[in-house]
C-alpha cells in the first residue's frame, strides 16, 4: 500500500509563490495534484510521467505552476508562482499504480490527505 504525505501549503498574499511537496513511501508510476476549493468539483491541477519527461496541467495553472519529481527521493513537487486567489483550496497529491497518465481523478489510486493552500487578495 503506497502511503502519500504533503507538505507546503499555507498562506500567502496575491502573486506570491508556493512549493508544495509530497512523498511517496512504495512504487508509484505517474504522481500528479489535484485541488478542491469549498462548494467546488475536484479540480485536475498537474500530472508528470514517471520518468518526468512529459507533464501535463490544467488550463487554470498553465505557465504559473510546473510539477517536477525526484524517484530518488520517491517526491514529487508543485510549484505555484503568480498565485491569485482562485488558487485557494485543499492540494491534494494523488499517484497511480500504473503506466496511465490522465486528468481523470477516478483512475489515481493513491491520494494524500490533502494540504490547505491560501492565497489572500
Known amino acids: 500500500q503506497v502511503q502519500l504525505v504533503e507538505s507546503g501549503g499555507g498562506l500567502v498574499q496575491a502573486g506570491g509563490s508556493l512549493r508544495l511537496s509530497c512523498a511517496a513511501s512504495g512504487r508509484t508510476y505517474t504522481m500528479g495534484w489535484f485541488r478542491q476549493a469549498p462548494g467546488k468539483e475536484r479540480e485536475f491541477v498537474a500530472t508528470?510521467?514517471?520518468?518526468?519527461?512529459?507533464?501535463y496541467y490544467g488550463d487554470s495553472v498553465k505557465e504559473r505552476f510546473a510539477i517536477s519529481r525526484d524517484n530518488a527521493r520517491n517526491t514529487v513537487y508543485l510549484q505555484m508562482n503568480s498565485q491569485k486567489p482562485e488558487d485557494t483550496a485543499v492540494y491534494y497529491c494523488t499517484a497511480t499504480s500504473t503506466w496511465v497518465i490522465t486528468q481523470d481523478h477516478s483512475m489515481y489510486n493513491y491520494w494524500g490527505q490533502g494540504t490547505q493552500v491560501t492565497i489572500s487578495s
Open positions: 508528470i510521467t514517471k520518468s518526468a519527461t512529459s507533464a
